[in-house]
């Protein structure tokens, strides 16, 4: 199957600085890329889909603000969580689409002190 | 809207045995694709089995089947001989197309009693 990366898997941050997460298509090119966020024990909750050349989509109450998404190639999307609160902290997880069947990133732990 | 529903939060079987869990969906497209992933500790989420819905042959893979009933809108997932490295939380996902947002169930965490 195909293989989609994400960068970093762990990263702890301090209150009100910045984080980026990459997700990259290894062997496919992906003109859609989605971020989900997973609380402990649930399941993924779509934040956005990326579209490669154009604006994302955010899920309603998504702070677009907050999660900036760029997808300027056809195999990266970058998820930012700018001035990042504790509230933010879980695990971010990107997947990316052949046009059956979606590939998922291992995922990113991220930790808000 | 299209819906996903899981209802075994947990289940458990014995090592070697068979077990099925269950997925029903709601959805007034025609064609779609109807997907199990599995989650284990690692969090990864890895693809079981993905069906299209106009095939009416139930997917297999190795120890993993479906059973498909596309007019009750039913997709449970059979894993035979199961073994330890089975557990993990298994979730059912709907989408029209593979590279379109995919709606997830609720997920089942899959026990393995050695």
């Known amino acids: 199957g195909a293989v989609v990366s994400q960068h970093p898997s762990r990263v702890i941050c301090k209150s009100g600085t910045s984080v980026k997460i990459e997700c990259r298509s290894l062997d496919f090119q992906a003109t859609t890329m989605f971020w989900y966020r997973q609380f402990p024990k649930k399941s993924l909750m779509l934040m956005a889909t990326?579209?490669?050349?154009?604006?994302?989509?955010?899920e309603q109450g998504v702070e677009k603000d907050k999660f900036l998404i760029n997808h300027a190639s056809l195999t990266l999307s970058t998820l930012t969580v700018t001035s990042a609160h504790p509230e933010d902290s879980s695990f971010y997880i990107c997947?990316?689409?052949?046009?059956?069947?979606?590939?998922f990133g291992p995922g990113t732990r991220l930790t808000v002190l | 809207a299209q819906t996903v529903t899981q209802s075994q939060p947990e289940m458990s079987v014995q090592e070697a045995e068979t077990v099925t869990l269950s997925c029903t969906y709601d959805t007034s497209e025609s064609d779609y694709y109807l997907f199990w992933y599995k989650q284990p500790p690692s969090r990864q989420m890895i693809l079981v089995i993905r069906q299209e819905a106009y095939k009416q042959q139930n997917a297999t893979e190795n120890r993993f089947s479906v059973n498909f009933q596309k007019a009750a809108k039913s997709f449970s997932l059979k894993i035979s001989d199961s073994q330890l490295g089975d557990a993990a939380m298994y979730f059912c996902?709907?989408?029209?197309?593979?590279?379109?947002?995919?709606?997830f169930g609720t997920g089942t965490r899959l026990t393995i009693i050695p």
């Open positions: 997947s990316a689409g052949t046009t059956d069947t979606q590939y």
């Open positions: 990326s579209n490669e050349g154009s604006k994302a989509t955010y």
């Open positions: 996902a709907y989408g029209v197309f593979g590279n379109e947002k995919l709606t």
